[in-house]
């Protein structure tokens, strides 16, 4: 019934406009809002004409925000305008479009695919993490922020890592670096670049509420430590206390606690099954039974949290190992 009167009332108000339209006043369009778009990949070419090879205005980073400026119905080329007036043309692909309303919902699905791709160059890398740093302000909400500091880490270490081997004193590396030396620390051994285990943690103890807290221990964990243990039991075991044991204190039943108990397990079978130490490793006992026991202190009683279906074997083996220091 309420269909039917809506459709019986549209001619009566046609009529009426139709026998009033010469006495109406003519006003003009309202002009359409500005439709915002932000480019989606890194090094973006601002173009004179709508030509790929037309003369270069500028280079656009990652997260540039664009108006667009209506000159047609063509879908390939866009007309922008910068936030500096500067006019040009953009490739539509290489943008993506930005409500005003819901800006983080663009924000997350260009981080999102920024990450995910594999082979970017470090200055599409350093591009992505200036873009988060850029936009994580926006992030009021609780999770969201910690969503986007973790997206942070992560650039980051897909940073450091595009930094070639041996070139860490050249520029722009050598700038950058410097720059983040409170997040990165340079592992020997490994000949490469990484985020901090204590910047990780400290990510996590400001978002420990949050519902992506597990994920922040979990990215400290598979980051890992830089140095070398070079055969030694008890830096192993100090190292995973560092690591799956950190894990297992913050999130004993968190996502990834069966997992972090599965390596304690699979690495003492390596070294020392039964609490026999290989002889591929090393063990001292005048030297070195301070420091294991108090890695396989700091294990056993992570492990004891946690409901692993390893737990049992975990805690036997670590028992068996701080028994070889009598």
């Given at each position: 019934m309420r269909c039917s009167l809506r459709r019986s009332a549209l001619p009566r108000a046609l009529a009426f406009v139709t026998a009033f339209a010469p006495f109406a006043v003519?006003?003009?369009?309202?002009?359409?809002?500005?439709?915002?778009?932000?480019?989606?990949?890194?090094?973006?070419?601002?173009?004179?004409?709508?030509?790929?090879?037309?003369?270069?205005?500028?280079?656009?980073p990652l997260g540039t925000e664009l108006i667009v400026v209506p000159v047609g119905l063509d879908k390939?080329?866009?007309?922008?305008?910068?936030?500096?007036?500067?006019?040009?043309?953009?490739?539509?692909?290489?943008?993506e479009p930005l409500d005003p309303a819901w800006r983080w919902t663009?924000?997350?699905?260009?981080?999102?695919?920024?990450?995910?791709?594999?082979?970017?160059?470090?200055?599409?890398?350093?591009?992505?993490?200036?873009?988060?740093e850029r936009?994580?302000?926006?992030?009021?909400?609780?999770?969201?922020?910690?969503?986007?500091?973790l997206a942070r880490l992560r650039a980051l270490s897909l940073a450091a890592g595009a930094i070639p081997f041996n070139q860490s004193k050249r520029e722009p590396y050598a700038a950058w670096l410097a720059s983040r030396s409170v997040d990165l620390v340079y592992d020997e051994p490994g000949g490469r670049?990484?985020?901090?285990?204590?910047?990780?943690?400290?990510?996590?103890?400001?978002?420990?509420?949050?519902?992506?807290?597990?994920?922040?221990?979990w990215f400290g964990v598979t980051n890992g430590l830089s140095g070398e243990c070079e055969g030694h039991i008890a830096?192993?075991?100090?190292?995973?206390?560092?690591?799956?044991?950190?894990?297992?204190?913050?999130?004993?039943?968190?996502?990834?606690?069966?997992?972090?108990?599965?390596?304690?397990v699979t690495s003492i079978d390596d070294f020392a099954p039964g609490g026999k130490v290989q002889p591929s490793f090393?063990?001292?006992?005048?030297?070195?039974?301070?420091?294991?026991?108090?890695?396989?202190?700091?294990?056993?009683a992570a492990v004891q949290r946690s409901k692993a279906g390893s737990r049992d074997r975990?805690?036997?083996?670590?028992a068996a190992l701080r028994s070889s220091c009598g």
């Open positions: 003519v006003t003009h369009a309202a002009a359409p809002p500005e439709q915002a778009r932000i480019t989606a990949v890194a090094n973006v070419t601002l173009r004179a004409t709508p030509s790929s090879t037309a003369t270069a205005v500028a280079r656009l390939t080329w866009l007309r922008v305008r910068l936030a500096d007036e500067r006019h040009g043309w953009v490739q539509a692909s290489l943008t663009t924000f997350d699905a260009i981080i999102a695919s920024r990450l995910g791709r594999k082979g970017d160059m470090f200055p599409a890398q350093v591009e992505l993490v200036s873009f988060i936009v994580a302000p926006e992030y009021t909400n609780p999770d969201g922020r910690a969503g986007v500091e670049w990484m985020v901090r285990d204590t910047a990780i943690w400290n990510v996590h103890q400001k978002h420990a509420a949050s519902s992506v807290a597990d994920d922040i221990a830096c192993y075991l100090y190292a995973q206390d560092q690591l799956q044991g950190e894990y297992l204190r913050r999130h004993p039943a968190g996502r990834h606690a069966a997992e972090a108990v599965d390596t304690v090393y063990f001292d006992r005048t030297k070195d039974c301070a420091e294991l026991t108090k890695a396989v202190a700091g294990l056993t975990a805690l036997s083996q670590l």
